[in-house]
C-alpha cells in the first residue's frame, strides 16, 4: 500500500511539472531506474531517496506519505466556505473546492475577478484540459487571436496546451468556476 502510494504521487508530481523520468534523474541526482520502479509501485526507496526526490520539486518527504493519513474520499464544500488558496493584488481570489481530496485527477476552483483584472499580458501554456463557467459578470478568453466573450451562464472548455489567457470585461466583480485537470499542484500565496 505505501509502495503504491509513494509511487503514485511521485508520477503525479513529476507529470504535473511536465518533467520526464530522466529530467527528474538529472534533478534529483536518483536514478531513472530507482525512479521508474518506484513509480510503479515495485520498491519502497530509503528516507535518502525520498529525500532527494521530494527536495527535486520544492517539498518536504512528508508530502509522499501525509495523504494517506489526512486525504479523504469525499470533500463536502458549504457555500462560501472553499480553502483560499491565491490571492492577487485585491484583483482576484481563487478558493479551492476540491482541497483535501485523496489523489486527484482533477480539481475546481471558484475565482473571484475584479473590474479589469486579467490573467497577465503573457499567454499561459500547460498540460491537461480546463473548463470555465461564468456564474456572475462577464469575461473574455483569448486563444492565439481567437476571443471568446462568456457571460453568466456560459462555459467553455479547451486543451491547455493552447496558449491562452482571460481578462474581466465586466465593470464589477465576474464569477468564474474552472475545471483543470490535471490536477495541479497549489499552495496558499499572498502577494
Not at 530522466?22 to 531506474?33: D, I, M, P, R, T
Not at 482571460?166 to 499572498?190: C, E, I, K, Y
Request: with cysteine.
Amino acid at each position: 500500500m505505501v509502495k503504491e502510494l509513494i509511487g503514485k504521487k511521485l508520477k503525479k508530481m513529476r507529470l504535473n511539472n511536465d518533467m520526464t523520468i530522466e529530467g527528474l534523474a538529472n534533478k534529483s541526482q536518483v536514478s531513472s531506474n530507482m525512479i521508474s520502479r518506484i513509480e510503479r509501485g515495485l520498491t519502497t526507496p530509503s528516507v535518502e531517496i525520498l529525500m532527494k526526490l521530494a527536495t527535486s520539486f520544492g517539498m518536504s518527504i512528508s508530502y509522499f506519505v501525509e495523504e494517506a493519513e489526512k486525504g479523504s474520499t469525499v470533500v463536502y464544500t458549504p457555500k462560501g466556505k472553499g480553502e483560499p488558496i491565491f490571492f492577487f493584488e485585491d484583483k482576484h481570489q481563487i478558493v479551492s473546492l476540491t482541497q483535501g481530496l485523496r489523489d486527484p485527477g482533477f480539481t475546481v476552483f471558484h475565482e473571484t475577478l475584479e473590474p479589469g483584472c486579467s490573467s497577465g499580458e503573457g499567454d499561459m501554456v500547460h498540460v491537461g484540459e480546463e473548463f470555465a463557467m461564468v456564474h456572475e459578470g462577464q469575461m473574455q478568453l483569448i486563444f492565439e487571436g481567437e476571443s471568446y466573450l462568456l457571460s453568466e451562464g456560459d462555459s467553455i472548455s479547451f486543451k491547455a496546451n493552447l496558449p491562452h489567457r482571460w481578462v474581466n470585461t465586466f465593470d464589477g466583480q465576474t464569477l468564474v468556476m474552472w475545471v483543470v485537470s490535471p490536477a495541479p499542484s497549489v499552495a496558499q500565496q499572498q502577494a
